[in-house]
């Protein structure tokens, strides 16, 4: 009997443990009860309730921080989010310019090495020169670890008229020299190169659509028009792309009035069409475009609508494939994102995107490492078209759908020189840093050099090769003369255009590349040829 009361006892307390426990968690619990209860976003009640309930402390806009990204890659490849950290920084190369002292700059052992000047900068009014080195930073030491790119952009960069001091080592001075610097405002131009060619063939290079390429673009071609151009080759090789405005723009110099350029439509994007207005002064000239696997986004759009209205041809390789239209929307913190509302379709309807899965964003990063492994890099016959998916141009041409453009003249790459030897060269960064070793140390001597040819004649008599075979065997790449000699070309090629950028700028690079590039040379040979408009395909009886 008196087990049977202790029995019921402990019972008694337990249940009225129990109902004093629920009495109070609820009355604790009930604020974020009736705030689950009436809200309709699981994503705001989850936040309030692990900001008011978690066992921890919790920085709940840290953890937003860490989500937004990983909440977005869910969507697609190309939705994005920007901490504010780096909004400015993210904006600035597609504005066309950004403030700082205006120098281009490498690391080398842990040092800032000032590769170039820009012309009317900031640093080139104080005497900044090419070869100087970064020692300090407002009186503060700025050599080792510390120095990191971003370290180096943060501290050189900062809003315009504000000063920065630098201390600077000049080969020749004993003593280092103190230079106070004005921050102003430095163009990021977008046309790389603008220049004959041939005597009738011009040339441009454009690496991205920004505020400013179509004005650049409009100079380019007005240079042209002085000298009688007869034909036009744009490079968009390596151009990822920028905003879609900027590349309706420029395809409306070439074509004649009420042509279709692009159109976007999404699920809650109505269809919008982009035409020309037939106020091009370029609706004649013979154009080619190049393209190649990094090619992307706006690059797409400009070379779809010259492929599908039949008004070029496009040589190179398949374009990268990315068709998705970003809006932007910026956040009271100074972050933003930017949303995919709707996709890119060619005049003749084709999607510009590649196929992609959902939060496998890896899968997507490593398709043109796919392709390069497939051979299609190499050969137009590893590339396969999607039959289902295939559409006309304006004269009836088979086009075809799944991602991409794909080029009318396929160029692919030469590998005939490529060794082991030159591959690990490359990789480890040798061919780079001892082109700049070499223009450090020898900058006086080739300085009155003015353009690429006069100094590639010099550099030809200087045994480049065999310096470079010495100093990467000096950094642990074992000589390895067969290989060397088998891809001398390859070699001197790097050596030769390295030197010349460091000292001459892109435009030199690019003349002295473009004598070689095999599909630079086949633009011109179709061009020279008029044959630069595409044929209607004869139907086989």
């Not at 619990?29 to 309730?49: E, W």
């Not at 009318?408 to 490529?418: H, K, L, M, W």
């Not at 060269?425 to 001892?434: D, E, I, N, Q, S």
């Not at 040819?453 to 090769?465: C, D, F, I, M, T």
């Amino acid at each position: 009997m008196k087990s049977r009361n202790i029995a019921l006892v402990i019972i008694v307390s337990v249940i009225t443990g129990i109902a004093v426990g629920t009495f109070f968690t609820r009355r604790l619990l009930q604020p974020y009860l009736n705030v689950i209860n009436m809200s309709t976003s699981k994503v705001g009640d989850l936040l309030h309730m692990v900001d008011g309930m978690y066992v921890d402390t919790v920085d709940v806009d840290q953890l937003v921080e860490e989500a937004m990204p990983l909440l977005l890659n869910e969507l697609d490849p190309h939705s994005v989010y920007i901490p504010a950290k780096d909004l400015e920084d993210t904006n600035a190369e597609l504005k066309g310019s950004f403030s700082g002292i205006g120098v281009q700059f490498t690391i080398q052992a842990d040092t800032v090495h000032i590769n170039s000047v820009i012309k009317g900068g900031p640093s080139e009014k104080v005497g900044l020169m090419a070869g100087d080195r970064i020692i300090s930073v407002d009186d503060s030491v700025f050599v080792g670890k510390v120095v990191t790119n971003e370290e180096t952009m943060r501290r050189l960069k900062g809003p315009k008229g504000t000063q920065v001091k630098l201390g600077i080592h000049r080969q020749g001075e004993k003593l280092p020299l103190s230079f106070t610097i004005t921050r102003g405002d430095i163009p990021i131009k977008s046309v790389d190169a603008a220049y004959m060619i041939t005597p009738e063939l011009g040339y441009i290079r454009i690496n991205k659509f920004g505020e400013t390429t179509y004005p650049e673009f409009l100079i380019a071609l007005a240079l042209f028009g002085q000298v009688n151009c007869q034909g036009v080759i744009v490079d968009l090789r390596g151009n990822t792309g920028g905003y879609m405005g900027a590349a309706v723009q420029m395809v409306n110099e070439f074509l004649p009035k009420d042509r279709l350029i692009v159109y976007t439509e999404g699920a809650n994007s109505p269809r919008e069409e982009y035409r020309s207005n037939g106020r091009g002064n370029m609706q004649q000239m013979p154009i080619i475009v190049l393209m190649d696997e990094t090619s992307a986004s706006a690059s797409e759009i400009f070379a779809g609508a010259i492929q599908d209205n039949d008004r070029g041809t496009i040589i190179g390789r398949r374009s990268f494939g990315k068709g998705l239209v970003q809006q932007p929307f910026e956040f009271r913190d100074g972050s933003a994102m930017r949303l995919t509302v709707a996709r890119y379709y060619t005049p003749a309807g084709r999607c510009i995107q590649k196929p992609y899965n959902k939060g496998k964003d890896k899968e997507y990063d490593m398709d043109l490492l796919t392709r390069y492994e497939h051979g299609e890099f190499f050969s137009k016959d590893s590339i396969h078209q999607d039959e289902s998916s295939i559409y006309h141009t304006s004269i009836g041409r088979p086009v075809y759908g799944g991602g991409g453009i794909m080029p009318d003249i396929f160029v692919p790459q030469d590998t005939s020189d490529y060794t082991s030897y030159y591959k690990m060269a490359a990789m480890r960064g040798l061919l780079v840093k001892f082109a700049f070793d070499y223009t450090d140390h020898n900058r006086s001597l080739m300085k009155n050099f003015t353009d690429g040819k006069a100094l590639e004649k010099y550099l030809k008599h200087q045994g480049l090769l065999e310096q470079f075979a010495r100093y990467a065997d000096g950094r642990g790449l074992k000589r390895r003369n067969n290989m060397l000699y088998r891809s001398r070309a390859l070699f001197e090629e790097s050596l030769y255009g390295n030197i010349i950028y460091n000292m001459l700028g892109m435009e030199e690079y690019l003349k002295f590349q473009n004598v070689a590039d095999p599909t630079v040379q086949c633009a011109i040979e179709v061009l020279e040829k008029g044959e630069s408009v595409p044929k209607a395909v004869k139907n086989e009886e």
